[in-house]
């Protein structure tokens, strides 16, 4: 049985002297207390979808992501305990024969079956297509031949990262769950494939808005993602919202010097480590968009942590870990 979230996640008031000099307040939205096995905004992502898959009564979930990807764990994880079973496809096949990584042995501990593929036949996958280098090292093969429970009623398919239309109505909640939102708050969340932001900015009230921080090298890509998603969930469009693509620190994965010294002084700081890949470039980020002048005196900055540290960092980032476009119709 999948244990309930901890909701609403706890808010909490920094007393942060840079912010204060310039007259901006800084809180944080622990998402990252949400669940002890589906934490952060996996939860919030994964939650509208189980429900959905117990509904339907699907028997297993069928999901996509990089070596060290939090949704692949979250979901196998989450389907462990609803007794479904699950299937993570990986990308880049040249790890099935490398010992597995902490992240990839928690998704197998938890009973999800591995399928690692090619690079160039993922980004097929993830949309459900065929596809083939043009270069004719690979066949081709049709994505349907490599996920067969594609077709297969009893499977639900989650894309990339979590990030569909029931996603967005699940991280919706969270402004819903911070009282007294208005015209001198920002809520602000790391953006990799736009769930996040895409909930958040919809389910503001009138005046605030919402910030998104790029993880990854995707202006442009992000903004039409979002907008997409928006479009999925509800036929429309939000003007409450933008990303910041300056934080990215090279893209995904990518954690500069620069970004574990700021981290390290956060935490002596304020007695939190934070996760580097995600939240702790959106904290960098609104500090030194605080520091240039972007935010009003009087600015109250909400940052939604979204996940915890990982236990064993990864050395050698994977420069590919880059969501892929998925189709929408």
Sequence with gaps: MLLPAALPTPLTVLVDERLARLGVELRLKRDDLAHP?????????????????????RTGLLTFGGAYST????????????????????????????????????????????????????????????????DGTEDGTDAAEECPERRDGRWLVLPEGGSNAAAVHGAAAVPAEI???????????????????????????????????????????LEREVAGLHQAAYGRQFANWR???????????????????????????????PELRYVAKTLLAVHELAAAGEFAPGTRLTVVVTGLPDPDPDPDPDPDQQPVPVSRS
């Design 37 to 57: 096995t589906v934490p952060g905004n996996k939860w919030r992502k994964l939650a509208p979808n189980l429900a959905q898959a117990v509904a339907q009564g």
């Design 243 to 273: 990303i910041d693509h300056g934080h990215h620190g090279g893209g995904y994965g990518r954690v500069s010097p620069e970004l574990t010294a700021f981290a390290a002084e956060f935490e002596r700081a304020h007695g939190l480590a």
């Design 179 to 221: 009282p007294g939102l208005g015209e001198r708050d920002v809520l602000c969340c790391p953006v990799g494939t736009g769930g996040t932001l895409a909930g958040i900015a919809a389910g503001l009230p009138p005046g605030a808005r919402a910030l998104g921080v790029a993880v990854l090298r995707g202006e442009g890509y």
């Design 71 to 134: 949704h692949v764990r979250a979901t196998a994880a989450a389907a462990a305990e609803l007794g479904l079973a699950s299937i993570g496809v990986i990308r880049g096949d040249e790890l099935a024969g490398r010992p597995r990584n902490w992240s990839l042995r928690a998704a197998e501990a938890a009973g999800m079956e591995l399928r690692f593929v090619s690079r160039a036949r993922y980004r097929g996958l993830v949309n459900g297509t065929a596809e083939g280098p043009e």
